[in-house]
């Protein structure tokens, strides 16, 4: 198995931009969950959804964050418009029937 | 909300020495993982472990749900064992969501 995949793994944008995050679950995985690690706060969860459906986004920070899942094998996590305080690594887990997450690589995005 | 407690919150250890890391959690929870963030920033799996013990090479856990702790031993240390150590809970009913704990964060000296 390839794991949980997330693209890209490093972006650099500046502040304004629309950013745009990519992560595919572990094929047969239920469950995908977005998350966001700052020195300052932590591993803080953003999203999660379960059946391709958002259960509970009260971790997203504002309405500039928004995910989708539109099928079983892809999610994206969109800030519109990006400000630095959003640099941050962006995790991806996903997780089946044994509730086990899986973490993908990260994508670490810089917003100058 | 479930609280998640690690300790200690930092750990130095020399090549070698053995040590056990702890969390408690405030509730009862369906299920407890254990991850490994290394030196690159990947998390990886070290167990799912809602109760009982398991055993992964010089790494183990042991889960006691009754009352609500778990603890992760690591036996011989090596650097590459440096890292940060994080626990979490999945709360019941949360649909798989995962509690996680602020971490043990560990340096294994040469």
């Known amino acids: 198995d390839a794991g949980v995949i997330q693209s890209p793994r490093h972006e650099v944008t500046e502040m304004g931009q629309e950013v745009t995050l990519r992560c595919k679950p572990i094929s047969g995985h239920n469950s995908l969950f977005w998350y966001r690690q700052t020195m300052m706060r932590g591993l803080e969860l953003l999203i999660y959804?379960?059946?391709?459906?958002?259960?509970?986004d009260s971790g997203m920070p504002e309405d500039r964050f928004s995910a989708k899942m539109p099928n079983a094998s892809f999610s994206t996590l969109k800030i519109q418009p990006s400000e630095p305080r959003d640099s941050a690594v962006y995790f991806c887990?996903?997780?089946?029937?044994?509730?086990?997450?899986?973490f993908g690589p990260g994508t670490r995005l810089t917003v100058t | 909300g479930i609280q998640v407690e690690q300790s200690p919150p930092d750990l130095i250890l020399q090549e070698g020495a053995n040590s056990t890391l702890r969390c408690n959690f405030s509730d009862s929870v369906n299920n407890l993982q254990w991850f490994h963030q290394n030196p690159w920033g990947q998390l990886i799996n070290l167990f799912y472990?809602?109760?009982g013990t398991k055993q992964n090479g010089r790494l183990s856990a042991t889960t006691v749900a009754t009352e609500r702790y778990s603890l992760l031993y690591i036996s011989s240390s090596q650097t590459t064992d440096s890292g940060v150590y994080f626990c979490?809970?999945?709360?019941?009913?949360?649909?798989?969501?995962?509690?996680f704990g602020a971490g043990t964060r560990l340096a294994v000296h040469p």
């Open positions: 472990i809602p109760s």
């Open positions: 959804f379960n059946n391709n459906v958002p259960i509970d």
């Open positions: 979490a809970a999945e709360v019941s009913g949360g649909y798989n969501k995962l509690i």
């Open positions: 887990a996903s997780s089946g029937q044994r509730n086990e997450q899986y």
